[in-house]
């Protein structure tokens, strides 16, 4: 059973930087194609960005592209999301997902909260 866990939230002023990280175990990580979502108060969870099993391509949300940086440590089993010139509107619930390969199974972290105000 694939358990991820998120951790790097917080509450950071607009224009910062703030790094998430995704920890999973339970599975052989360089098999997991993984997702970052966030899902605002009030609003439908929404794709941030992904990186593929090998870390070879990463693909953004036009919302976040330019600020955001996906990328994975297969040998720490991690996946991280930094986030710089962040906004207000950035402010969300961040849950990565991942999906096995080939198998498409897919599992979710609890999710971290990440708070952009002055």
């Known amino acids: 059973q694939v358990q991820l866990v998120e951790s790097g939230g917080g509450l950071v002023r607009p224009g910062g930087s703030l790094r998430l990280s995704c920890a999973a175990s339970?599975?052989?990580?360089?098999?997991?194609?993984v997702t970052w979502y966030r899902q605002a108060p009030g609003k439908e969870r929404d794709w941030v960005a992904g990186?593929?099993?090998?870390?070879?391509?990463?693909t953004y949300a036009d919302s976040v592209k330019g600020r955001f940086t996906i990328s994975r440590d297969n040998a720490k089993n991690t996946v991280s999301l930094q986030m710089n010139s962040l906004k207000p509107e950035d402010t969300a619930v961040y849950y990565c997902?991942?999906?096995?390969?080939?198998?498409?199974?897919?599992?979710w972290g609890q999710g971290t909260q990440v708070t952009v105000s002055s």
């Open positions: 997902k991942a999906v096995s390969v080939p198998s498409g199974n897919a599992y």
């Open positions: 339970g599975f052989i990580f360089s098999r997991l194609a």
């Open positions: 990186i593929s099993s090998a870390g070879g391509t990463t």
